[in-house]
């Protein structure tokens, strides 16, 4: 049992990110006391003497600075040398960013008390609940907040799970006080996902076949989709979405039974923006299948809302209970229901609260399609924070790692470059016993080219 003396400031902010990194990530019993004052500190009632102490910075913050930019970390951030302390924690790189923190870095009296001027718990807490997205109001074409504005990019350690690093230092720290000190471990996972966007091509007429055709010699530099165009035309004229090039859902399915894992599909039961979203419907006869084979052969179903519900509890709600429906009267169930935001438009916190009010148990929404990385800072799923009602949402965050349009749009001359990139991420995400998300399109394994690549990721490899 750990005791956390701290100050009174923020009390369910603290409650949260104690909760998650204590409780769900070290697997440690704690309990905490509240004071007007003072720093924050780590003991064991049962030992009394020995005491970590962690710098209190975010949680500082002036209640009239909570939730703006005058509250962001102040750039450059520092780093800290950890390998020049006695600490040895995993980490990508001994020189670990300081996102929030104050001198001196480390300090340590022997055998009673270890001083860290990393503030761990404040920096968690920014990057799990995704601060800087509300006091940030920069914004992509699609509403978004992008890649490059985010704290990680700029800084440049977006590939880094600097969250499961920050864990790593606490677990140091509390094992050089306390030798023998027992916390949790976990184990890797992969992870597949699919937004189902189009589970057949689109009507394709003669002229924008060939239009395509020119789009994939020249722009996408794949000649192996031309004969997907070709494909496409000859499934549509007999009026067989089952010879369509986008039906790679057996193909997806092959390969994550070949590795003993389980793909997740997220349809779309909605309609919200012609201009983007499909018009497909989970009541066609074939579409009905496909659910029916996925569910039959052990995979999962999930929700994959349409373009304008991410401002809009009333649609996600509607739209989950669509896809409920249609799973009932196929007399398919599950113990969990996920998915992912359309166009990954996401907004903090109206998007999760709107999650966990139509009942959903994750989310997977959290990744750019420009960027690959750990927007969350974090390898693990975890569970949401509301920043604006100051409480814990029955909801779990499922953080996006890699859309497979963040690195495989370099066309071929890149695809040992994407593979390497896909493969750090994963290795990353290995060393901390996480779990690596992956996204991939079934409308991205039309071509030899794509479906090679999709196996040699699945597989772990970093070159064909």
């Known amino acids: 049992m750990l005791l956390i003396k701290h100050p009174d400031s923020y009390p369910a902010e603290r409650a949260y990110v104690h909760e998650v990194v204590l409780s769900e990530f070290l697997g440690l019993r704690w309990r905490s006391e509240a004071r007007p004052e003072g720093p924050v500190e780590l003991v064991a009632p049962a030992d009394g003497q020995r005491r970590l102490r962690i710098a209190d910075v975010l949680f500082s913050t002036r209640p009239e600075q909570w939730l703006t930019a005058a509250s962001l970390p102040a750039r450059p951030l520092a780093r800290w040398d950890v390998g020049a302390s006695p600490l040895a924690p995993t980490l990508v790189s001994t020189q670990l960013p300081i996102v929030y923190g104050e001198e001196p870095l480390y300090a340590e009296d022997p055998g009673r008390s270890i001083s860290l001027g990393v503030d761990l718990l404040g920096s968690i807490f920014f990057q799990l609940s995704r601060y800087e997205e509300v006091a940030h109001n920069e914004r992509d ?17 977006l590939d880094r799970p600097l969250v499961n690093e920050y864990v790593e230092v606490l677990r140091s720290a509390l094992t050089r006080l306390w030798p023998g000190f027992s916390t949790r471990r976990r184990s890797f996972a992969l992870r597949l996902s699919h937004d189902v966007d189009w589970p057949t091509h689109a009507r394709l007429s003669v002229p924008g076949a060939g239009k395509a055709m020119l789009g994939d010699l020249v722009r996408r530099r794949d000649p192996g989709l031309v004969p997907t ?10 009026r067989r979405p089952s010879e369509d090039p986008y039906n790679t859902f057996d193909f997806i399915m092959d390969q994550s039974e070949v590795h003993g894992l389980r793909s997740a599909f997220y349809f779309m039961s909605g309609r919200s923006d012609p201009r983007y979203d499909s018009t497909y419907s989970l009541q066609s006869d074939w579409v009905s299948a496909l659910l029916a084979r996925v569910h039959e052969r052990g995979h999962e179903i999930g929700l994959h809302p349409s373009y304008s519900t991410f401002r809009d509890p009333d649609r996600v709600h509607a739209e989950f209970g669509a896809l409920l429906r249609a799973c009932e009267r196929l007399h398919i169930s599950q113990t969990a229901w996920g998915g992912r935001q359309h166009f990954l438009r996401w907004e903090n916190p109206t998007t999760w609260r709107a999650w966990a009010r139509a009942g959903l148990d994750y989310d997977s929404s959290l990744g750019f399609s420009d960027a690959a990385g750990f927007r969350c800072g974090v390898c693990f799923e975890y569970p949401v924070f509301d920043l604006h009602e100051r409480r814990e949402l029955p909801l779990r965050e499922r953080p996006l790692i890699v859309m ?58 970093s070159e064909f």
């Open 141 to 157: 074409q699609h509403e978004r907040f992008p890649a490059a504005a985010m704290l990680a990019r700029q800084e440049g350690f």
């Open 404 to 461: 497979e349009m963040a690195v495989i749009d370099g066309g071929p001359s890149r695809d040992s470059e994407a593979l390497s990139a896909i493969a750090l991420l994963r290795e990353r995400c290995q060393r901390f016993g996480g779990e690596f998300t992956l996204l991939w399109h079934n409308s991205r394994l039309a071509s030899p080219r794509e479906r090679r690549l999709y196996a040699a990721a699945v597989a772990g490899n």
């Open 229 to 238: 165009r070709v494909a496409t035309l000859r499934a549509q004229r007999r």
